[in-house]
């Protein structure tokens, strides 16, 4: 069965801090990846995903994140992070093939950014 | 160009009665996903609905849940006589065929059972 273990529940950071958000998977095949971020009161919205290609995968709002097949992580990353940033970020996996499109969703991190 | 529309957002429901969770898929999406997010959880897959069909509801409680995604109209959640455990954040996704991966989200529906 798949998992995915997301190692920090709660962070806390000041506005130009660096930001790393840890994502582990457990999984016995080939995985398409993904990070998404919900903002306070709105939906989910896809952040960047993994299927195929250079492991560094860009994002949108400065967000990349690192596949590491070897240690079956994901982690996402942004330089310099802002008080918009605050949010809950979800990390997801999905199998390459077969099992339709369901997703594994990690229990989230809730990130706040201070002034 | 709308996206998911679920609705409602919240939904009071006492114990022993029925909620009824509605969601439109993005124009042109055929294939809907329902989530549940539990407190202090994440997201866990419920079921999957291809228009008129259920592809795979291995995330349905065996009990008391159903979901239908008819011809016409929304996809519609289920949950007869209601109880506490239900309470939870419930959302639907999206997408334009099987293997469109990065399915697009709704903004949930959060169901307080009191």
């Known amino acids: 069965a798949q998992s995915v273990s997301q190692h920090n529940h709660h962070v806390i950071l000041s506005e130009a801090a660096s930001l790393e958000l840890g994502c582990n998977y457990s999984y016995g095949g080939t995985v398409n990846l993904f990070w998404y971020v919900q903002y306070p009161g709105q939906h989910l919205q896809l952040l960047l995903k993994y299927f195929s290609g250079d492991p560094l995968v860009k994002g949108i709002k400065g967000f990349e994140a690192e596949f590491i097949k070897s240690k079956f992580s994901f982690n996402l990353r942004k330089p310099s992070v802002q008080w918009s940033d605050t949010a809950e970020y979800f990390c997801?996996?999905?199998?390459?093939?077969?099992?339709?499109?369901?997703?594994?969703f990690g229990t989230g991190t809730q990130l706040k950014v201070e002034l | 160009n709308a996206g998911v529309m679920q609705n409602p957002r919240h939904l009071v429901r006492r114990r022993g009665q029925e909620a009824r969770l509605r969601c439109s898929p993005m124009k042109g999406h055929s294939h809907v996903y329902w989530y549940r997010q539990l407190p202090e959880e994440g997201l866990k897959f419920m079921v999957y609905l291809q228009k008129e069909n259920i592809i795979d509801e291995s995330g349905m409680p065996k009990e008391r849940f159903s979901a239908e995604f008819p011809k016409e109209g929304p996809s519609i959640l289920r949950i007869q006589q209601v109880v506490r455990g239900d309470s939870a954040a419930y959302f639907c996704?999206?997408?334009?065929?099987?293997?469109?991966?990065?399915?697009?989200f709704g903004s949930g529906t959060r169901l307080t059972v009191v």
């Open positions: 996704a999206s997408s334009p065929g099987q293997d469109s991966y990065g399915y697009t």
């Open positions: 997801a996996v999905g199998p390459l093939t077969g099992g339709g499109n369901k997703l594994t």
